[in-house]
Structures are given as C-alpha cells and as structure tokens.
C-alpha cells in the first residue's frame, strides 16, 4: 500500500464518521451496555443565543412546589432567587407569602434558653425538601435517596456509545451548535419514560420501570401521570399534560442549575460586537498607518 491511498482511507473514515456523528442523537449506556436513545429537544435555552422563557420557569416552578417537593429538596436556591431576573421573576410579596406557607420549616437557633426550634422560612432562606437527613429520606423511599434537585439538570447528562472515531466528530458538531442541555433532555426523557415492563423483565421490589434509566428499575415511582399533575391558570401559556408539566419543570430545574444564563448569553453577544468593532478600527488604522510606506 502506498502513502496516497492511506491517505484516502483515512479521509473516507473521517467523512464516514462525521455523517454517522450528524445523523445519530446521544445515547446512554444502561444496565447490559445497551445503549439508549434520546432525543434532543428544541428548548427556548437551547444554543449561542438561548434564553430562559419567564412563563414557562413559573409553570415548572409549580410542577415543582405541588409535585417534587414532597420527595426533593432545591437548598442551592434561595426563595429571593424566584424573585431575580433572568428566572421566575415572581412578585417580591408572593413569594415572601408562599415562603411563609413552605411546609419544610428552618432549623434554627440556640434560642435564648439554648434549644434549636423550627420557624417560618423568609426570602434570604433556601428551599428545604421535607426530609431531616439522608437517613429519613432513604428509610421512606426503599433505600433510595431522592436528591437535591438544584444541580441534576448539570450532574446528569446524556453519556454517548459510539465508538471512538465519531466522538470527535460530535463533538466539534456540539460545539458549532452550542449544545449543552444533555441535562434536560435526560431529566425530560426520565419523567415520560415510566412504562410497564416488558414480558420476562425482573423488576425489583418497589421498584418502577423507566426507558431511559440506566438499569431500567427506578425506586422513583411516576411522578406526573398521564394526563399531567398540574393544572396551570389560564394565563399561564400552557395546558396540563405529562409531556407540559416534564417539559416545564425541566425547564425550572435548568433554571435552579445555572441562573446566569440569560445574562451571559446576553453579554457574549455584546462581546462579539464589541470585538467586531475593535478589529475594523485596527484593521482601518492599520491601512491608514502603512498607507505612505512602499512595499
Ligand atoms: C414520592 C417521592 C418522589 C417524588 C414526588 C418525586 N421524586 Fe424524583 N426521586 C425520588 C427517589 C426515591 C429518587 C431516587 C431514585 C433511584 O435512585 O432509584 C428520585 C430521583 C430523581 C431524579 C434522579 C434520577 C437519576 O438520574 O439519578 C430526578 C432527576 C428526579 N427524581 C426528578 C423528579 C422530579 C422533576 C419530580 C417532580 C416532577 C420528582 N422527581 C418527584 C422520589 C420522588
């Protein structure tokens, strides 16, 4: 074999993998190393440019408050975040109200006779699950824990099983389209995978069949039903529906992961500009400078 036809292989390869890496969505390895397939969503946060859609992080904050806080707590989020842009933006009296209802309560304390006692949260307060500790939170849920859910949409992320040579490709696609919600599209494809398992599947006591699980058994049972769990207020921009509520809650919890995105995303682009416009004032000082110097 000479050098040009090594070369030609090679460059064959390279465009075979690239279409392979273009045409197929991420997939996760499960139980078996079987790999599942999930489909990317087109979210508003989605790309270069996307932003958080106000209406739908109050719909997911909902989803949130009536369904997945009886099981998970959201302690990196403080109630005056709900309040900030770039999230929610709830009025600063609602959620100084819905603070005080919360039904997971602060520890705080010594008081003056130094025991610890329970209050009210106020808006510098973090969002508490309903759980003392780890230990109470397992005893109740088959010895799975239910976790914080302020950081899951960035600790989860859809692991790809393809084979080497088309990870790169992948990735400088991912990069060209600045994909990043790897995070939400599995916490989406986890809330709609609850199916029954299938003929000759050995589930677990307690345990849920889920598709997109790794493993398959999950101690979670359905949180949102078919049909949806929460009705939204007419004005909310949304009817109820399992894929709605998923959809929205997934959003907040993208939200509670990275509550800067609106702003940075914003400042990237006024950053493009600003260099565009310094590289033509250099470019044309440049010209201006050498312009009498003969070459
Ligand atoms: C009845 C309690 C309960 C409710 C309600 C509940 N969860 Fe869970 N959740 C759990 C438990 C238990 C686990 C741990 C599952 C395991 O490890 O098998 C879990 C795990 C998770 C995980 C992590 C899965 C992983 O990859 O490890 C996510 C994400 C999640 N829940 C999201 C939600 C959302 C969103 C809602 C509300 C729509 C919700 N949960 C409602 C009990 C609950």
């Known amino acids: 074999m000479n050098a040009t036809r090594h070369v030609t292989t090679l460059r064959i390869a390279l465009v075979a993998a690239a279409a392979m890496a273009f045409a197929q969505g991420p997939a996760l390895a499960a139980g078996g190393g079987e790999a599942i397939h999930f489909e990317r969503h087109d979210w508003s946060f ?61 520890t705080d304390g010594p008081n003056d006779e130094g025991a610890m006692f ?24 088959n010895g799975a824990y239910p976790p914080d859910l302020s950081l899951i949409a960035r600790a989860r992320n859809v692991h790809n099983e393809a084979a080497w040579y088309i990870h790169v490709p992948m990735m400088v696609r991912d990069v060209l389209t600045g994909y990043a919600e790897g ?13 029954e398992a299938p003929e000759g599947f050995h589930l677990s006591e307690g345990m849920n069949y889920n598709t997109h699980f790794p493993g398959h058994q999950i101690a979670m049972v359905q949180p949102i039903p078919e049909g949806g769990a929460v009705e939204y207020q007419e004005n909310a921009g949304a009817k109820a529906s399992l894929e709605q509520n998923a959809k929205d809650v997934t959003a907040f919890l993208a939200w509670a992961a990275d509550p800067s995105l609106n702003e940075r995303k914003k400042l990237g682009w006024t950053v493009m500009l600003y260099l565009l416009i310094t590289t033509l004032l250099l470019y044309f000082a440049k010209k201006r400078i050498w312009a009498r110097v003969k070459h």
Not at 48 to 56: S, T
Not at 75 to 85: A, D, G, I, S, T
Not at 118 to 141: M, T
Not at 183 to 195: E, F, M, N
Request: charged content about 30%; glycine content about 10%.
């Open 46 to 106: 989605s790309g270069m440019g996307g932003q958080y859609d106000r209406n739908q992080l109050r719909r997911g904050f909902q989803v949130y408050k009536d369904v997945c806080a009886s099981c998970h707590a959201l302690e990196r989020v403080k109630f005056r975040n709900l309040v900030q842009p770039g999230g929610p933006e709830f009025d600063e009296e609602a959620v100084k109200a819905l603070a005080a209802e919360w039904p997971n309560k602060i």
């Open 118 to 141: 329970e209050r009210e949260p106020k808006l510098s307060d973090k969002v508490k699950g309903p759980f003392k500790n780890e230990q109470e939170a397992r005893s109740i849920h």
């Open 183 to 195: 995070g939400p599209d599995y916490i989406y494809a986890l809330l709609t995978g609850y199916k």
